[in-house]
């Protein structure tokens, strides 16, 4: 079983920043490939971002490539995505999730565990 907590979202203007934690607990935070998605309303979830076991391979959407990075820290069982240049078609929910999958797996089918979300929202 693991839990997982989103943390960092808020209001932006388009162009700004803003960092996300996800916080992890129950089995070992390394033995799954885990993975940022959001949900904007009316749109099916979408891939955002996802990270190997131990961190070292990537891999993003086209749509954020560029702007927002993955990364994490074993030692913190924590996730972070660090999104700079804002546009106001990123604003949705932002989940995190952990899968037994390779770091490539995209679908949010392939994730078996999900935080509750946080919300993103950037003003034109």
């Known amino acids: 079983q693991v839990q997982l907590v989103e943390s960092g979202g808020g209001l932006v203007q388009a162009g700004g920043s803003l960092r996300l934690s996800c916080a992890a607990s129950g089995r070992t935070f390394r033995s799954y490939t885990m993975g940022w998605f959001r949900q904007a309303p009316g749109k099916e979830r979408e891939f955002v971002a996802t990270i190997s076991r131990g961190g070292g391979s990537t891999n993003y959407a086209d749509s954020v490539k560029g702007r927002f990075t993955i990364s994490k820290d074993n030692a913190k069982n924590t996730m972070y995505l660090q999104m700079n240049s804002l546009k106001p078609e990123d604003t949705a929910v932002y989940y995190c999730?952990?899968?037994?999958?390779?770091?490539?797996?995209?679908?949010?089918?392939?994730?078996?565990?999900w935080g509750q979300g946080t919300q993103v929202t950037v003003s034109s």
């Open positions: 999730a952990t899968s037994s999958f390779s770091w490539s797996s995209t679908k949010p089918s392939e994730y078996n565990y």
